[in-house]
């Protein structure tokens, strides 16, 4: 029978998260020519890529019980195998319906991944010495980043269509041979009848943790709305190249990164609920000032608004850094549940609220044709995460 030992599973979770981040980053440097291929307008654009949160809604609220019940294996190489479909086909299409259809499964199978990868290493944490969920999304965050200076060095030579369908393909072999080796470790199918999950027992246990879900959310979604229109903004506000259009996202990752790999020494030295307090307010605040600065350059000086628009991001990053892995931890903590059950719950109320802050975000960009006025949404949502810091008291 084969075995894995302890430092080979962290090193075979660390791909996992690491690819992760590449599957779904990949595009996200490129969504100007997306839109421009779909003939939208930021308001439309917007809130089509907003319905990915539809079939996101739908794989929260069963992935957790699908795992529980059948393992991750089965769970992780399905999701992979819809990803790598619909990204090969969404990249290509020119139609608004077509795109729709396949944004829903991409959002399944996304969120689904993200579920069974979470739970297990939530299950690995129980082996693996020093594993934490904070250093997971730290390489997940380092993907990110890898996957955006790739973009940004190849926007100008290889289509839209080869690039995201060439990595996602390549990705998907790394997922498998990764599945593969880490076979032996894997959280398997629970075979007791007493320890199933029924799916009723799983809906009428459905409770809301106001204070992590509140928390999480406006934690998080300067990270989703940095993903959605730094490249945007910065190609259509700024005025500079689709190269450089990338900038502002690898500031901000690279800020993340540091800020997540860096999580144990943080939490050795300050408290975490006054560490997250304290970058939720710098983040935040940092970032409206530089974008104010930034659209406030003179044409003429783009490229000193390039480096402002960069600052910005990188407040944004920091400020985001500790807040999801630190809220997903707290949630799973104070929650009776099965990791994979808790992490889709809280995903449910999360994605559920995205999707219609997605669209305020899209529409007031539209309506006050000021792509800056509408990120000042996320990060005021950033500023506010102070006040749920309080959550993250352990004692």
Known sequence: MRTISPKSEYRQLQILFFVFAIFIMAWVPRFPEVKANLGLSNGQFGTLISTGTLGALASLFLTGHIVHKFGTKIVILANTVLITLAFISI????????????????GWGISGYHIAANA??????????????????????????????????????????LHVGGITFAM???????????????????????????????????????LISGGLLCAVFLEFSAGDWSAIFTK???????????????????????????ANRIAKRFQLHHTVRFLALVGGFGFIAFIALA??????????????TCVAFAFAGAGSSLMAPTFYTAGNRRSPLPSAVTVGQLGVVNSGAIFILKAC???????????????????????????FARVLKTD
């Open 361 to 387: 975000v899209a529409w007031t960009a539209q309506f006050t044709g000021s792509l800056a006025i509408a990120l000042m949404i996320p990060a005021l949502m950033l500023v506010a995460t102070a006040y």
């Open 295 to 308: 659209v406030n350059i003179p044409g003429e000086h783009k490229y000193w608004a390039l480096v402002a």
């Open 91 to 106: 990249v290509q299409t020119k139609s608004p319906t077509l795109f729709l259809a396949l944004n829903v499964a991409l």
């Open 120 to 161: 297990q290493a939530f299950h690995s944490m129980e082996r693996v010495k020093d594993l934490t969920i904070s250093r997971l999304h730290g390489i997940w965050a380092l993907g990110a980043l890898c996957t955006a200076i790739i973009s940004g060095l190849v926007v100008d030579h290889i289509g839209l269509a």
């Open 172 to 210: 998907a072999l790394i997922v498998f041979a990764s599945i593969y080796k880490l076979s032996p470790v894997l959280m398997k199918a629970n075979e007791e009848k007493e320890g199933h999950l029924p799916l009723r027992t799983l809906i009428t246990s459905f409770r809301v943790d106001w």
């Open 236 to 262: 259509e506000r700024i005025g500079v190249s689709a190269s450089l259009a990338a900038l502002p996202y690898i500031c901000f990752t690279v800020a993340l990164i540091a800020g997540r790999l860096g």
